[in-house]
Nanobody, 120 residues
Framework: VQLVESGGGLVQAGGSLRLSCAAS????????MGWYRQAPGKQRELVAT????????NYADSVKGRFTISRDNAKNTMYLQMNSLKPEDTAVYYC??????????????WGQGTQVTVSS
């Protein structure tokens, strides 16, 4: 599975951005996808996840009500709509895909990351 993120950039506080993650390869083995972020000097943290069918989502408390995760399975693409952005949202955002093999072993794949910078 290959993952390519796009959509990061510089935005003022209160603004919006939409991140995209395009998946290719063995996408049929993906059971869930998610967004994580890592700010300078901090550990990578979960932002939001979504199941393969899109029926179940999960958000970090810090982004609930502001961010929305979604996916278009026909396009093999996942999105993160980020509204009311705050300076503390500044980080490199990574796309994640969890796959399950026919042997029921699970692996995580990661994108290269996209920078989101929110100015105050």
């Amino acid at each position: 599975v290959q993952l390519v993120e796009s959509g990061g950039g510089l935005v003022q506080a209160g603004g919006s951005l939409r991140l995209s993650c395009a998946a290719s390869g063995s996408t049929g083995s993906i059971i869930a996808m998610g967004w994580y972020r890592q700010a300078p000097g901090k550990q990578r943290e979960l932002v939001a996840t979504i199941t393969s069918g899109g029926g179940s989502t999960n958000y970090a408390d810090s982004v609930k009500g502001r961010f929305t995760i979604s996916r278009d399975n026909a396009k093999n693409t996942m999105y993160l709509q980020m509204n009311s952005l705050k300076p503390e949202d500044t980080a490199v955002y990574y796309c994640n895909a969890r796959v399950r093999t026919i042997f029921r072993t699970e692996y995580d794949y990661w994108g290269q990351g996209t920078q989101v910078t929110v100015s105050s």
